[in-house]
């Protein structure tokens, strides 16, 4: 795929749900363009597609639509724009865009765009950003694509792992269960792994920094039962802005109907900053069950604390 986007069109409507028309240049702000119908304190300021994509509607339905016909407001060349991902950003010179969402909800006959064309491709193929710098951009300028790589820290709590006793298979097999799922969803992921003892200062320091880092995902294994070296929930908590206690209640929950020994791990999920936290016990068997049901909401997990609603 190319890593970069030209523009062919840049437009604008007075009012939404109306075909866009082509204009000079457009000037982004913080909420989207200035003097668009769309712009606004929300994540789908700004709409772009691929020219390719409207070629393709033409060539099926022997019609043309002109620049803006779909209700985008940037219209671009050369890059396979429904590709991309919510997160991975476009920039040109000091405008700097987030992509937010693929597609939309088509309002078929309700929508101005869908009586002129007849159908509407957005919904499938035109994506949405919001501003993060903004600028002014033109037909002829150049879109750079910058994919978005996540981060991961994997950190096991084990007196015995860390003295060498023996491996630490939990944090092998978080590493492994989360790349599979960001590989599976097409998502770069870069991790990073620590084995450290059940030591409060040094498991706060660790977490702080990562957090201070800026890391997307931080997954902790061990510390989490009742021994007086258990401290890995109370550490976590602290720096915790929000917790998300649905998630862990419901595991434990689920697998202490089997075995109630389950209803005395006390790990734990929150957020700080825009880093996702889960704190699991440190047994394989455990972590297994855990990701299981964490990575089920975990995308959805992603957007939120990204101020992305994708109800």
């Avoid at 523009?7 to 363009?33: H, M, W, Y």
């Avoid at 150049?142 to 978005?148: C, D, F, I, Q, S």
């Avoid at 689920?254 to 209803?263: F, I, R, T």
Wanted: charged fraction near 25%.
């Amino acid at each position: 795929m190319e890593k970069h986007a030209i523009i062919r069109s840049v437009n604008t409507s007075v009012k939404k749900g109306e075909v866009k028309s082509p204009v000079k240049e457009i000037r982004l702000a913080d909420q989207g363009i200035e003097g668009d119908a769309h712009a606004g304190p929300h994540h789908r300021q700004v709409s772009l597609l691929a020219v390719e994509s409207i070629r393709k509607y033409e060539q099926n339905t022997s019609s043309q639509v002109p620049m803006g016909g779909f209700g985008e407001n940037i219209t671009t060349e050369g890059f396979a724009l429904h590709r991309a991902h919510p997160l991975d950003r476009f920039q040109c010179g000091k405008v700097l865009l987030e992509m937010t969402q693929v597609g939309k909800k088509c309002h078929g006959k309700r929508c101005a765009i869908y009586k002129e064309t007849g159908e509407c491709i957005m919904p499938d193929e035109g994506i949405f950003c919001r501003v993060l710098q903004g600028g002014r951009l033109e037909p002829g300028d150049r879109l750079e694509y910058h994919p978005k790589q996540f981060s991961l820290k994997v950190i096991t709590l084990s007196d015995r792992a860390a003295a060498g006793i023996y491996p630490d298979l939990s944090g092998k097999l978080v590493r492994e269960e989360v790349s599979k799922w960001f590989q599976q969803k097409e998502l770069a992921l870069a991790s990073d792994s620590l084995l450290i003892p059940d030591e409060q200062k040094v498991f706060s320091r660790e977490l702080s920094a990562a957090i201070g880092k800026g890391t997307d995902l931080i997954i902790t294994t061990g510390s989490t039962g009742l021994g007086s070296r258990d401290i890995a929930p109370e550490v976590a908590e602290e720096l915790m802005e929000k917790d998300i206690p649905g998630i862990m209640d419901l595991i434990r929950v689920k697998y202490g109907m089997v075995n109630p020994n389950a209803l005395l791990s006390r790990s734990v999920a929150g957020i700080a900053g825009r880093t996702l936290l889960f704190v699991l016990p440190g047994s394989t068997r455990a972590v297994k069950e855990y990701l299981e049901e964490i990575l089920k909401s975990l995308w959805h997990m992603i957007l939120m604390v990204n101020d992305i609603d994708s109800h």
